[in-house]
């Protein structure tokens, strides 16, 4: 057969149907398995660890600590039941989940794609390229509450362009897309600033006619549900993260330069590619605009959170790699050389590079899932055969400021916590101004006497749960200043700090060091 031959058979229907459903298999294969190989990410472990908590009778709250709101963990529920029972491993049941919820987005997603919006030829290229955006763009934070976002409003996105473009929307699929975007911008108050941003812009496009639509209506009434759901079910949270709220601010707070700088130049470069499509594009493009419209939504989001995690940016990653995409496959057949038209072509430089590096990144994780680059530190498996081995099915605590000494350790083990925080941050908050003026220098903690207010209540809620609990193993991330990073987390002595109160001395005089494994130093109960 020959080359011309291959290239026609390709172009045919029959061609762009398996290739289509190739190149979505590869997606899968690319996403998903080196998902299903590794650990959980701590930002996920946590809330899968909570919701089996939940279901067990404890109160959000009262019995653990979680400043997001609980739409995350009730998510994890189906995966916790997969565990109880099927046998099947809480991340694994996760990721399960998540890859469910993305193929219901992205069925509804082409539900929603009309060929007004992109052209029919390109319909199935768009389509793989939300499935690149849903499933490999993510990569090491695939299912952080971003990437959940991001899978749960992109019908609520193309339906907002179908709308704004004055196309019919059958109720029922958009009243779905409205509940989906209502679970999606929920996870977390600040992806509501590209909610608004969102109805602000379909408001110029169609006036009072915005406010009539199924989607909105669902979205609405979903918000609304939950809402009530959260006031009657959890009662203990709006104080708890009243109460903590100014703390969390303050811990690890970049401000917004910071946040913005931590974006990172590709991430800012897109933003900037946004104002030259618009420019070296001018003619109407709806899906054009609403995808720029949720990509600032979701920068600004991640900038107001004023961490500069990275994973905070991903739903702007989203949606910035799908507004380059839909602009290369509607490129006009002429660009001009002017610096918009330039800015233009460099978009389509960096979309391939994208495409690229994060496909080549997932092969390699596929090939070496075990390898410590994929893994939360070099000594992790290690800590976690060890922790499993002295305490499998008892309680353990980790003395650190540090998220990955106590996640996923605790839920790979099969472990219980000791702790109602997931790990002890507020420290952090409390002295901000010694981690910040005095790099090279361990902290130097407050008398007991002289720790009052919010640490105070912190310290004895920690001595609290220590008395409680009585774990089988207390970790200790040991203390050295000449390691940068983490937080701040080895700057602290913590055994210095909690042993200026005797009842944490009495409490640790039942405990020996049995290993050191890296950083980390393990302390046993002994025998009674």
Avoid at 76 to 94: E, I, N, S, T, Y
Avoid at 133 to 138: F, K, N, T
Avoid at 462 to 486: A, C, N, Q
């Amino acid at each position: 057969m020959t080359a011309g031959r291959l290239l026609q058979l390709a172009k045919s229907a029959w061609g762009i149907r398996v290739l289509t459903w190739t190149a979505s298999l590869l997606l899968v294969a690319l996403g998903i398995l080196p998902a299903l190989l590794r650990d959980a990410r701590p930002d996920e472990s946590w809330p899968l660890y909570l919701a089996e908590r939940l279901l067990e009778g404890q109160r959000h709250g009262l019995d653990f600590y979680e400043m997001n709101p609980p739409l995350y963990i009730w998510l994890c529920f189906p995966a916790v039941l997969l565990h109880k029972v099927m046998g099947l491993g809480h991340w694994q049941g996760w990721i399960l989940t998540v890859s469910v919820l993305s193929a219901i987005s992205l069925g509804l997603a082409a539900r929603h794609l009309d060929s007004r919006e992109v052209p029919a030829r390109s319909r199935h290229w768009f389509l793989l390229a939300a499935g690149f955006a849903l499933l490999v763009l993510p990569r090491l934070q695939f299912s952080e509450r971003e990437h959940v976002s991001l899978l749960l409003v992109l019908p609520y996105v193309l339906t907002a362009a179908r709308r704004a473009g004055g196309n019919v929307v059958a109720s029922g699929w958009a009243a779905g897309a409205g509940l989906m975007g209502g679970m999606g911008f929920s996870l977390k108050p600040h992806f509501l600033v590209a909610w608004v941003l969102l109805e602000l812009w379909l408001a110029t496009r169609l006036g009072r006619r915005s406010l009539g639509r199924p989607e909105l209506w669902g979205l609405v009434g979903f918000g609304a549900l939950y809402l009530g759901l959260v006031m009657l079910l959890v009662p203990d949270y709006f104080p708890m993260a009243l109460r903590l709220a100014p703390i969390y601010h303050t811990y690890l707070n970049n401000g917004i330069a910071g946040a913005i700088v931590m974006a990172g130049p590709v991430l800012l470069g897109i933003a900037v590619l946004a104002l030259a499509v618009r420019r070296a594009m001018p003619n109407l493009d709806p899906l054009r605009d609403a995808l720029t419209v949720a990509f600032l939504g979701y920068f600004l989001a991640a900038i107001l959170q004023q961490k500069g995690f990275s994973y905070h940016y991903l739903g702007a990653w989203g949606f910035g790699f799908l507004l380059l995409a839909h602009s290369w496959l509607t490129r006009p057949a002429r660009i001009s050389w002017y610096p918009s038209g330039v800015l233009l072509r460099a978009g389509f430089v960096l979309l391939g590079v994208v495409v690229i590096t994060r496909t080549f990144s997932s092969v390699r994780e596929l090939v070496q899932p075990a390898h410590s680059r994929f893994q939360p530190g070099p000594e992790y498996a290690e800590l976690i055969r060890q922790t499993r081995e002295l305490a499998a099915g008892e309680r353990i605590i980790a003395l650190s400021t540090n998220p990955v000494s106590g996640w996923p350790l605790t839920l790979s083990a099969g472990t219980g916590w000791s702790s109602r925080y997931m790990h002890f941050w507020p420290l952090v908050a409390f002295y901000d101004d010694q981690l910040w003026t005095a790099p090279m220098r361990l902290v130097q903690p407050r008398p007991l006497n002289q720790r009052t207010g919010e640490e105070r209540r912190f310290h004895e809620e920690v001595i609290e749960d220590l008395h409680r609990h009585h774990p089988r193993l207390v970790i200790v991330l040991l203390p050295d200043s000449t390691v940068w990073g983490m937080g701040g987390a080895r700057r602290f002595d913590y055994l210095e700090y909690f042993g200026a109160d005797p009842r944490f001395r009495d409490f640790m005089a039942a405990y020996q060091p049995v290993r050191r494994i890296g950083a980390y130093e393990i302390w046993s109960r002994s025998p009674e």
